[in-house]
C-alpha cells in the first residue's frame, strides 16, 4: 500500500539553506528505494514549508527517514525549530 508523508515547517524566513545542504547529501547516496515522488515548496496561504513524498511502503519511508535524520543531524544547527507537522497515512490510490 501506497504511504503518503508530510513535514510541515513554519516558514520563518525564505531561505532553503538547510534543505538545500540535506537534499544533496541525499542525493549523493544511494537512490531512495520505493520513493513514487518527493515535493518541497512555500506554501505561504497555510504559512509553512512543505514537505510531501509518496512512496511505495511504509517500511522504505520509515527506513530512508532514519537515513536523512543521521544527515540532519550533522547539518541542521540546534535549536531550529522542528516541523509543526509531521505525519503519514496509507493512500487509497496512486496514478503516475
Same mark, same amino acid.
Given at each position: 500500500?501506497? /504511504?503518503? =508523508? /508530510?513535514?510541515?515547517?513554519? /516558514?520563518?524566513?525564505?531561505?532553503? %539553506? ?16 520505493? *520513493?513514487? /515522488? ?7 496561504? %497555510?504559512?509553512? =514549508? ?13 527506513? =530512508? ?5 543521521? $544527515?540532519?543531524?550533522? $547539518? ?14 496509507? *493512500? ?5
Amino acid at each position: 500500500m501506497a /504511504i503518503a =508523508f /508530510i513535514q510541515e515547517f513554519t /516558514i520563518q524566513d525564505r531561505s532553503t %539553506a538547510n534543505y538545500d545542504a540535506i537534499s544533496e547529501r541525499v542525493r549523493r547516496g544511494p537512490p531512495a528505494e520505493g *520513493l513514487i /515522488i518527493h515535493t518541497a515548496g512555500f506554501d505561504d496561504d %497555510a504559512g509553512v =514549508f512543505r514537505v510531501f513524498d509518496v512512496w511505495q511502503t511504509r517500511e522504505q519511508a520509515e527506513a =530512508f527517514e532514519a537515513r536523512v535524520m543521521e $544527515i540532519v543531524a550533522e $547539518i541542521v544547527p540546534p535549536g531550529t525549530p522542528a516541523p509543526v507537522r509531521a505525519a503519514s497515512y496509507e *493512500l487509497h490510490d496512486v496514478v503516475k
